[in-house]
């Protein structure tokens, strides 16, 4: 199917752009203009060139150093939510009722995580993990388990990696079983009459036909788990020290906190990029080598 | 390789039947003997595919039992059956090669290296993918990608039957005739059972050596395809097959002469025992229903000529009953009045649309 | 068969349970959570719902929680249509690179932008108003909304545009009247997930405003000296009701959206 040219498709398309460049453009032009500026307060700016960005890819500054461990943090995070969410969700989907009244039953379960406000969520893993009023910290204080997210790192990360887990991953097993729901009946009769096993029919038709699912799942996962901010800030608050401060806790730390605002802005910018390469990067090999197997 | 036999065999989707209308397979016994080219035929939602699920063990029968070779298989799932099936569309493992793909079958069951290797190339070669072996199976067009359906139906040499599901709906008409023959030679070659659903007529009669025909959920007949033409055992079958189709008049039946509308037609035979408060028929292939002049054998007004080339059917009226009848050549009928004759030996009488004599 | 009612059980109760402990918190009185340790409450009590639903500082959270979203969600869908409706059906200049830039926002971490957009939206003075929120959030809605509208705009046959233009109806009648039936799942979805986005947001709706979203509210009693958790955790699941609502709505919109592949 040929889509016929015309140009004044672009009068469609203009209120999206309008509005999307009203709140994106300006925006950005104040963060790149912030970002090559300092300031001394009562609004007087100077120009200071790439000198928030040397300052902040230079590991050995105390702004460096600080954005290099966020960034470590915010990686380490991104990489686990990814290799526990995504198996977790397959498997998920893979279990759910594929007919009748327990369709709509689960998939309204599985989707309620996913409506909740992002700082409530915090705060239900708040109420949820406390040693002290908390279901799930009081009954592993009770094994004798050293549990405390307030103060010690392993159990910082666990809890907010557990509430990771259980509000993303139903947008993760949602995905999936869309595309497991587009596979016609005759691929299993035929794997069946085949005498495929269990595991060969998941990995000979139902992960291909879940790859382009899978690919916007991760994308997704990793996109939003980078940009991960309100959940450990209502629950951790960044804490203990600095053991949970990702990039953007440190980044609304230090705009909204100290107001350093050229420093966060090239911090802003710089994390901005990062985010678009990687996705850019992924997305691109993705689907190449998606072409490459179709060819 | 199996003989297979249905034994009273039926099926309703729902728990518990109690109507006719409940069931979605009539009760039915018959036989499929090996080595057999079968053709289910029958319009959509006539219980064919419920029928080709319950032998390839997809569909467990509410009633009756399923033999191969007199072992009870009814219970039996699919993969233990040593059935083959190839469904309406393609279906194809995505990440594997066209070999990796004819290969699975195989592969899933121990088969030995070599020995798969063997059957694999010898299936591709018949079917043509021979050059094909080691592409992706998913850059395919969905000719070549049902190609290798049906060839992973094939590969298995020890199966029972292969069962098709209407697998030519996809393949472009030029093509069809061409894999519909290579089906048939194939058949020849590997002597094993297959079963062809469709519910094209001329693909069912070119391709079978027998044709099954079901209608609302039970067979109606099943015979070679010149009996299913000249002794059509159900109004249905003749509808169904040949076109255009049989005409089958309501008729008052006593003794050697059916009363249609009125007008007298002598019978080839006495039918002195029918069913008292049967519904009679009589059926008559177009045919053997010749257009004459006006005012011979029964008269009817004539409403158009279709020219099919060789020949022509005139579409008539007698009464209120709409026919087709074979226009001789050189018969031209000048207006709208003609007469029609019926070649008496070929008229079948019907009693509740099942033949009678 | 077994295994698996077992893992979905499982799951299940991993997502239930917090939820059934912050509905048992909030039952419960300040008193009986800080004394002892029950898994159910002992003297169930209403009060701190009560407190929230008399307090105009709580209840209005939610009001203007709701005008933000309900705002938010009516301009993303309106404007997305038509510009979906142009990236599925024509080729114009740009339109590749376009509909990749609009992607990209979404890629934007609401931290990058909440001090801009604390310095623009009070520029043009709309600073702690509900309109502030609601096209601040534009920025990520649509383009997700644009997103899943083209993909089911693309799976209506172009040749319905084509018999309705041959009958004679205008382009905005066209739309309207025909167009718009025909994709009502494909809006349903993009509505759904515009509210789901608006309504869980925090960094963006707090900074534009003075406290005005539910969110914000929360935060700032979970900040202050003695906790009151019994009330926090009834405003927790008052918040889940809209959100439980809206899905039980459109749970056969989305189950057919899922089904399309799209989303």
Redesign the interface.
């Known amino acids: 199917m040929v889509k016929p040219l015309d140009n004044k498709a672009w009068w469609l398309v203009l209120p999206v752009f309008l509005l999307v460049a009203f709140n994106a453009i300006v925006p950005m032009m104040t963060v790149v203009n912030y970002s090559v500026q300092d300031t001394f307060g009562n609004n007087q700016f100077f120009w200071n060139g790439v000198g928030w960005y040397t300052e902040l890819l230079d590991p050995s500054t105390e702004l460096g150093g600080r954005f290099y461990d966020s960034l470590g943090r915010n990686a380490l995070f991104s990489s686990i939510i990814l290799a526990i969410e995504i198996p977790l969700g397959i498997l998920v989907a893979l279990c759910m009722p594929k007919k009748g009244w327990p369709v709509a039953f689960t998939l309204v379960v599985l989707a309620l995580p996913l409506l909740v406000p992002w700082n409530v969520v915090g705060t239900i893993w708040q109420i949820f993990a406390r040693t002290d009023i908390g279901l799930l910290g009081h009954t592993l204080f009770g094994l004798g388990i050293d549990y405390n997210y307030t103060q010690d790192v392993f159990s910082a990360w666990a809890t907010v990696i557990a509430m990771d887990v259980w509000h993303w991953t139903s947008l993760v097993a949602l995905l999936c079983y869309a595309g497991l729901k587009s596979i016609p009946d005759a691929f299993y009769q035929a794997a069946k009459i085949d005498g495929a096993g269990r595991w060969a029919v998941f990995r000979t038709i139902e992960l291909p036909k879940m790859g382009r699912v899978l690919l916007i799942a991760v994308l997704l996962r990793f996109m939003d788990s980078f940009m991960i901010y309100t959940e450990p800030f209502v629950v951790t608050g960044g804490g203990p020290g600095n053991s949970t401060t990702v990039l953007s806790i440190d980044l609304v730390k230090i705009a909204l906190g100290q107001f350093d605002l050229g420093k966060a802005a090239a911090m802003s910018i710089v994390y901005y990029l990062i985010i678009l390469v990687v996705c850019w990067v992924y997305y691109t090999v993705m689907t190449q080598v998606d072409d490459e197997k179709r060819s | 390789m199996a003989r297979i036999d249905l034994v009273e065999l039926a099926h309703s989707y729902k728990p518990n039947p109690r109507s006719e209308a409940d069931y979605a397979l009539q009760p039915m016994t018959m036989t499929w003997r090996q080595g057999g080219a079968y053709a289910l035929l029958g319009p959509s939602g006539c219980g064919k595919t419920t029928l080709l699920n319950i032998i390839s063990g997809l569909v467990v029968p509410s009633h009756g039992s399923v033999h191969f070779d007199d072992k009870d298989v009814t219970r039996l799932p699919t993969e233990r059956r040593n059935i083959a099936q190839v469904f309406q569309f393609p279906v194809i493992y995505d990440t594997m090669s066209v070999f990796d793909n004819l290969a699975f079958p195989l592969r899933n069951r121990g088969m030995a290296r070599p020995a798969v290797e063997a059957r694999v190339r010898e299936i591709a070669h018949l079917l043509d993918l021979g050059s094909d072996l080691g592409r992706r199976a998913r850059g395919l067009g969905a000719d070549a990608k049902q190609k290798v359906s049906l060839g992973r139906g094939l590969v298995r040499a020890d199966v029972a039957a292969v069962l098709f599901d209407e697998p030519l709906t996809v393949i472009d008409p030029a093509l069809k005739w061409e894999l519909r023959s290579k089906l048939k030679a194939l058949h020849r070659r590997l002597d094993i059972t297959m079963i062809y659903v469709t519910h094209d007529q001329t693909e069912a009669l070119t391709f079978a050596d027998t044709v099954v025909v079901m209608h609302d959920g039970g067979i109606v007949q099943s015979g070679r395809p010149d009996e299913l033409f000249d002794r059509p055992e159900h109004t249905f079958v003749g509808h169904f097959i040949g076109s255009p189709g049989m005409n089958v008049m309501p008729a008052e039946v006593s003794g050697g002469t059916a009363r249609v509308d009125g007008h007298p037609i002598e019978l080839a035979g006495r039918f002195d025992r029918l069913p008292t408060g049967a519904r009679i028929e009589i059926g008559v292939r177009p045919e053997y229903t010749r257009l004459a002049g006006a005012g011979q054998g029964v008269p009817v007004k004539v409403e158009r000529i279709d020219d099919l080339g060789r020949i022509r059917f005139a579409r008539i009226r007698l009464g209120a009953l709409r026919l087709a009848a074979f226009v001789p050549p050189g018969v031209a009928p000048e207006g709208d009045a003609a007469g029609v004759v019926f070649d008496p030996a070929q008229i079948h009488v019907y009693a509740d649309s099942r033949r009678v004599g | 068969m077994r295994a ?2 077992l ?2 059980f499982l ?2 109760l ?6 059934y ?2 509905l048992s ?1 909030s039952l419960k009185s300040n008193t009986e ?2 004394s002892r ?1 029950s ?1 159910w409450p002992l003297a169930p009590t209403l009060e701190n719902y009560n407190v929230i639903f008399t307090d105009p500082s709580w209840y209005n959270g939610y009001i203007n929680s709701l005008i933000y979203v309900v705002i938010n969600t009516i ?1 993303s869908v309106t ?2 249509l ?2 979906a ?3 599925s ?5 740009g ?1 590749k690179h ?1 509909f990749f830039w ?1 992607l ?14 604390f ?2 939206y009070s520029a043009i003075g709309l600073f702690n108003t509900h309109w502030a929120v609601a ?2 959030h ?2 990520f809605n ?2 997700l909304a ?1 997103w899943i509208l083209e993909g089911f705009i693309s799976g209506v046959p ?1 040749e319905i545009d084509e018999t309705a233009y041959i009958d004679g109806y205008s382009f905005p009648r066209f739309f309207v009247k025909i167009f718009i039936p025909l994709i009502a799942n494909g809006i349903g979805v993009a509505a759904f997930f515009c509210f ?1 986005f608006s ?5 963006l709706a707090r ?1 534009l405003t003075n406290n005005m979203p ?3 509210i ?2 700032r009693t ?1 900040s202050a000296a003695g906790m009151d ?1 019994g009330v ?2 009834a405003a ?1 699941i008052l ?2 009701v ?3 609502l ?3 709505f459109v ?2 919109h ?2 057919k959206g ?2 399309l ?1 799209r ?1």
């Open positions: 698996r009612h893992v979905l799951y299940m991993f997502l239930m349970l917090p939820i402990w912050l918190m959570i800080l340790f898994l301009i404007v997305a038509p510009a409706y142009a990236f059906r024509y080729k114009f200049l339109d376009l609009l990209t926002n979404r890629m934007a971490p609401p931290a990058v932008f909440a001090l801009p957009f310095n623009l096209l601040a534009c920025i649509v383009p644009v172009r789901m309504w869980v947001e925090l960094l900074t539910i969110s914000s929360m935060t979970a958790w926090l955790a927790g918040t889940l809209p959100g439980a809206v899905i039980w749970r056969n989305i189950a899922f089904a592949g989303v």
